[in-house]
Structures are given as C-alpha cells and as structure tokens.
C-alpha cells in the first residue's frame, strides 16, 4: 500500500514509519546485495576497449643519486608502447606536483631518489605482465647516499640532506625553516601562562611516547583508469579517491584543461581510511600517457606498493608533560612533537593546519592552560601522514592525553577512572573554550563513565587484579585500560579549513521525481560507510519520500554537485547537513503545493511523516507522492514547476563525538602473549540515523584500533629498508585475532547541527588505541611501568615482561 | 639492512698455500656458490655476477670487486664488493676482511669477517633468512675453498667448483635443517 491518503485506510503511525525507514531504524545497508555476490564495480573492474596497463619501476634505495636510465630495453621489449621518466614530463612541467600540504612532489625522479620504492619510471604496455616484465628492463644507474632514517637525528649538523630541491629555502609552507630537513615549526596555545602554570605546580610528569608509522591498508590498493579522448579533448579519470571533486580540479591545475572537460568518477571504492584523499604519482603518469598514448591507461597497485608508498599514518614521537594539584587536577599540559612527514610533505590536512586537528589534546579535560609545539621533519620514508580513520592527527592527540592521564594518576595514586572523574568537563561547561581554542560543542562525559563503569562493575575488576598482583604464582598479569576520549571531526568551517584555497563544506542535490522517487547526489563517497543506506534515511525523515525510492548517488564528478569528500568522519557532520537542509527545501515547496491542492494557506498546513494535513482537520491530506506529481502540473500561481533542492552547507563548528572505552587484557607473564578479555565501547555520536550501520562502523574501527595497538608498524631498517612491506609482515587482523566488542551508546546531540548529528566512524579507532596501551601498561603498573610503546605484540610484551625478570620460574 | 659475520673455516694445506690461492681473485669468486667472475678490469677491479635462485623467486646480481688492500705479512685480504639487481629491485653489498691464520705444518684457518648490506627486495623479503643463507653460502664457499687449495697443495688439477648456479632448494632445506637442529642446541645457538 502507498502512501495515498484515503482517511480509512490510513495506515498506523508505525507502519508508515517502518515504510518511510527513516532515521533511528536500522535499515538493511541498500550496498550490500551487490557486494556481498561479487556485483561491485571497483576501478580494476573497469576495462575500456584499447586500454593499456602501466607499471612503475621503482627505487630499491631509500637515498640515492641517479646516474643514468637506459630505457631502450624496455621500448624495444614487443607489446610495450612507453617509458616514462622525469626527462619526459620535464618538458609538460609534470616531472614534479603540489601536495595538498603546499609542498611539492617528485612525480618521478628528478636526479635522485629520496625513499625506497619512489616512483622513477612508469612503463606502459598491451598488459599488466608484459608492463612488469619491461619495467625489469629498465637499467637505472644508482649512486647509494647517506640515508637518514631517524628523525630525532634529522636535525643534526652532519645529517644527510633528504631534499637537494628546497635545501637553501629558509620559509616553507608553514613558515621558517631551521635546518634542510625541517618542514615547519607549529605553536599553539600561551607558553608564558603554561610554562608558569608547570613552575609553580605541585606535581608534574612528563612522558616520552612514539606513535609507529603505521598505514591504512585498505583492502582495495590505490589505482586509476584515465581515457583521454584527442577529439573531444575531454579526460575522463576512474580513481580510487575520497574525494573526486579535489581531484578534478587539481588534475585541471596541473594539465590547464578546463574543470568542465575532466570527468572524475569514484565508482565503489574498497576502503579509504585515509590512504584515498591524496594524490599520487601513478594518477598523473596514467593520464599523462593517456593524453600522450590518446589511450586508455590503467595503473593498479601492488599491496606491497600501496604498503610502501602511498600515505602512511601517525609516526608521531611525542613528549607529553602534566601540571598538577596533590588531588590530580591538571593544571596545564605542555607537548612537543617531532613529526616525521617522509621525503615529502603530502600530508593530508587542512591547508592551514600542518598537525591537523592535533589541538584537540586538550581532550575531554578541563585543563586551564596548554601549549604544544610539533615540529614536521623530513627523512628518506615514504611520503604521507594522512589521518587513518581519524579526523586529522586527532589519534594521536587522544592518545597523548589518555596516557598523560594514566601517567599522572600513577604518580599520584589515584585509580585512572577517579582521576577522570576529577578533570572531565561538566555539561554545563559546553560550549566550551579549550586553551588551544576550539569550542566543544556539546558533551555530557561523567554518566558516559559511569555507565561503562558500572557494565564491567570496575570494582570488581579491581578487587581481582589485586588479588592476582598478591598472587606471585599467578601465570597471567591482568590489566584494565580506560579512555575517556573527545573526537573532533566534521571538517570543516571555510574560515577555519580549506584544501588548496577550498573551503571544507559539502553538498546535496535532491530531485524529486513525479512519481514520488527521488535520486539524491552528493559531493562526498562512501568508501564501506553505507551512504547510500543512511543518506536515504535522512531524506525519508525530513522530507517523507520512503528510503526505498531515493537513489543515492556519489562520486562522479559529471553529476555530483562540488564537495569536499569523505574523510575526517566528515560525511554526516558536513553532508548530512546538506542533506537535511536540502531536505527541508523539498518539504517547505511541498508544503506550499499541498496547500494548494487542498485550497488552504500554507500556515495552516503541517508535515505529518510522509505527507501534509489540515490543522485541525486530519481527514484533509495530501501525501508526498500526490505533491509530487502536483509539481509537474498543478503548482500555485507564480511557482516553478519541479520538486529539487540543492544544499551547500559550510559548518558553523566542528562537531565533537566522545566516548568511554574499557578494556580488560590477561597477559601471559612467560610468553608475552596477550588476551583481551573484554572490550567494551560507549559511544556518544549525537543523533543516531542508522543504529545497525553505527554498530559496524564501530566494529570496524574498533577492529582497525585493535590492529594498531597490537601489531602494525611498517618498520624501516638503518637503510632505509621497508620491512613491513607485505602482508607476511604487516598485521591486518581477521576474524581469528579479533576480539569480541561490547557497544553501547548515550545521546549528546550537537546543537549546531541540523539533525544533531556528530559522526562516529572514526570514535571507535581514536578512542580504542589508547584503550588497549592503557590496559597494557596497567597489567605492568604496579612494577612502575609507566608508557610502553606500540604495537603491543608477542614479542614487545616478553620484552617488558623479560626486563622486570617476569618470565622466570 | 646490515649484517656482519665472522666465521672460522680449518683449511687442510698449508698457511703458504692457501694464502696464494686466496690472492687468485677469479679463483676464490668462483667458489663463491652462485658467482662468478666475468671481467678483470686491471689488477684492482673485477666484474662479476651471482645468481640465486629461491622458489620461484630468482635474483642475479651484477657488480663490482674491488681489492682494497692485500698485506703479504699478514696474509690480509680486503675487497669490497658492490651490485644490483638485474631488474633493479635489489642492491647488495659487501665488505670482507679475509686473512689465513697458520696453525702449523699442513693446515691453517681461513678467517673472514664481513659486512653484508641489502637494500630493496632482498632484504624485504630475504631479510629475515639471511643471516642462515650467508651462513650457508658460507658453508659452501669453505668447502668449494678447501677443495681448490688442496688440489693446489699436491698440484694436482683441481676439480670444479660444486656448483655454478646456487641451489636454492638444497639452500632451503640446509638453513631449515639447521634452524632445526639450533632449536635443540640450547643457549648456545
């Protein structure tokens, strides 16, 4: 039955909410079906008839000058149609490009290699075999260099220079440059007040911690397809990227075609976690020889190019220090961080935001004074520093203050739930004013605590542990992490973020069809987020059209209305907003055409779920679906004809999702072996639109969080070797590793925004890592075991057990 | 990525002989399982290659020795050698001190300690077995070395080196074979 109104077949209330699923329900993901038989069309899926593949030949140095490459093997190798080098863009001026962090990038080397695997040549064939086999043909004459792999010694006086290009450029980017390997110095907050603050404190601590290279590693590696059509002079790119509109108009930026002749198309993209938003060499060499070729060419990833590559996260050495009161109020937080960027500076932050987002480490505390200071760095390692499945350096931010915590409460002994409790910020407090300036918008943290508190019965969990600790026979150590973490996501407002001079807001087209069926585009891409689900259900809420009738569409450039991508958990705080507002465009003219098909004032018509009734007089309605076909022939005087709305949304604020997570681990004192019993997540991410969606999303955060803290790190030897380059070596847990997740929720709405929604992919990673250290480190605390670094696997815990003499009998 | 070994191989000729041969830079390369050298580009410099296979995996380096210093008094080799892959994905290099130790009348000791770098593939891939593959290799070269010195020693025509191409399978089992047995070998291993 539709929505037709005839007043005695009116269905319950209930059953035209089931049939609208809209938000709160938990509507089956409308992606699902095809990806779970294989129907997905994913860029390698993507075959244009004359395309050929091309391959890149790469650096087996981390530093190294070049001294000649002979090419002519691998042209005379039949099937083979190019060889690329930097001499041939040279003259196209595409040997090097801009990064979105304003520095600039070797497409392929220019006269030397600065980390291993860097992009020299990019061979193109008939096929991806005949391509791999000519790339081994291509003789490159290297001379090794110094390789300088540490960057705490990057600043040395005799260390080796990573980048001959900028060497003598006293001003970067991000202002002065003190030495050839320093990118950017970036202060925030008063260092006067807080260097006071921690000269007359009662207690201080101070913590050294590194957060380990690690990489997203999306299922689907990175690649694109680019047709170049010599005719029409028109490019047309299928890519792997979060954010297709960017890339459009900094391919236009690059090759001076016009926006309006390159199409961008993210079709289904398998995971994006940040590893999608930048741009990468293999993109341009494809559409350059495409545009060279007038073919069409691909260029895929291997897994270990895209481990070795293609952006990493973190690698963030930090030092955190507290000031506090004998009770544990904090009284100011002082950070350093040296941050090493790789041979490049391709992070992937808000233009002027060199640390991204990093401010937040004030956390969910109420700390009077803050300064932190990050100095960005480079060495000969993969380029990169994207935000894996978190908002801009907030990971690490949260992991900094969640240990800082721990560490003060251990020094003062105080339980690290108490110690909390003592510094949360009230809920009267909000908005708040952090000292490094962002304001909060809305939280609610000590029920959030109480509530995971009381799940686990924590006292409980502390009567046990102590009686294990009494215990010397006891075979397991036990230990409880707590995280009490403030996210920031929904990047954000124009006059705080932009990416190349573009403010960070987003969009929504929504066309309403006579039928009563909507198609609904957007400028974001879901990447597994279930846009095409949850975006849905927000229409059917604001607007009354059922989910089941609205198309989503995103990510092609040629349709989608101009926005800034998916990533930084920015797709509801940004997009859904648009969404909403777009939505309610949609009712407000429906509304004016229902009130004219039943002959009444608009004023005196009301939205009753998925149409509009008479005041006082229910019996009187028109459905969405009648206002719809209305449009197209029976709109009042004076209206357009047509039922659409677009939406370009700028956020007034950030949003900031928070959450409570406890973990319990047993650690086996002999083997280092590591069982986390239990986990249990919180989470407050303000309205909620999709709670089964939320569940997965925070499943697979949390998974990702768990692979983080306990095995991944792409390690790189004294030579600048990748030793985490394959799937045998860098961690990606399954089903099997995985440990069982408890979730939960409370509901904090933002204020600002139009649904109050926060966001939540990226809560369950920021607030699980420094769960799973907090737990680790406990199980160690009471031998005066304060930090332990990353990841927590095997072998790194026997270490710490073998250091305090643990694993003897 | 970096290692360095020092290995003790008993020679059975004198300290004389082995010293001569040792000197003979075609000679020793070609004990070298998997080496050989192609070129002598004067009495310093040589070119060679070593090829190793692994499975499916197949590496051939291509480079250059160079003989740094040979101190007759005593009886001190130092070469460096430097190459890469043919397909460009791997660098090695190596530096090794060679010198024969007299332990009186008819036998001596090689001693050799070098420096092994890996760059690239090799030592993405080979680098958590090398320390077990250069043992062995080294295995190999003592005894291909031993046999060349002792045909030397009683001037007899020496037979040729074992292998031209190193075996990669036999390579395989003997580094399992002693991971194996280095399980059961206590603290020593």
Redesign the interface.
Known sequence: MDATIDNKTVPSNEERLAKLEGMGCSRKRYEDPRFIQGKGNYVDDIKMPNMLVGVMVRSPYAHARIKSIDTSKALAHPGVYAVLTAEDLKPLKLHWMPTLAGDVQAVLADGKVVFQNQEVAFVVAEDRYIAADAAELVEVDYEPLAVLVDPLKAMAADAPTVRDDIKDKDVGAHGARKHPNHIFTWDIGDKDKTDRAFDNAEVTVKQDMIYQRVHPCPLETCGCVASFDKIRGDLLVYITSQAPHVVRTVVGMLSSIPESKIRIVSPDIGGGFGNKVGIYPGYVCAIVASIVLGRPVKWIESRTENLTTTAFARDYHMTGELAADKDGKIKALRVHVTADHGAFDACADPSKWPAGMFHVVTGSYDIPNAFVSVDGIYTNKCPGGVSYRCSFRVTEAVYLIERMVDVLAQKLGIDKAEIRFRNFLRKDQFPYQTALGLEYDSGDYEPALRKGLAALDYPALRAEQAARRADPDAATLMGIGICTFTEIVGAGPSKMCDILGIGMFDSCEIRVHPDGSAIARMGTISQGQGHQTTYAQIIASVAGIPASLITVEEGDTATAPYGLGTYGSRSTPVAGAAIARASHKIREKARKIAAHLLEVSPDDVEFDLDRFVVKGAPDQAKSIKEVAWAAYNNVPEGMEMGLEAVDYYDPPNFTFPFGTYICVVDVDRYSGETKIRRFYALDDCGTRINPMIIEGQIHGGLTEGFAVAMGQQLTYDDAGNVLGGTLMDYFLPTSMETPHWETDFTVTPSPHHPIGAKGVAESPHVGSIPCFTAAMVDAFAHLGVTHMNMPHNSFRVWQQSHALNLDQR | ??VVIEKVFPMPCSADTAWQFLQNIEGVGNCMPGAKITERVDDKNHKGTVSVKVGPASMSFRGNIEVREVDAATRTLHLIGTG????????ASMDLVATVKDTGGTTCELVGKSEV?????A???G?RVMNSVAEQILKQFAANFALQVEALQSQQVAPAPVQSEMNGLALAWAVVRDWWRGLFAGKSA
Request: net charge neutral; charged share 10%; no cysteine.
């Open positions: 990525m970096n890469s892959d043919v397909t460009g994905t791997s660098g770098g890996m760059t690239g593939k030592a993405a891939f680098g």
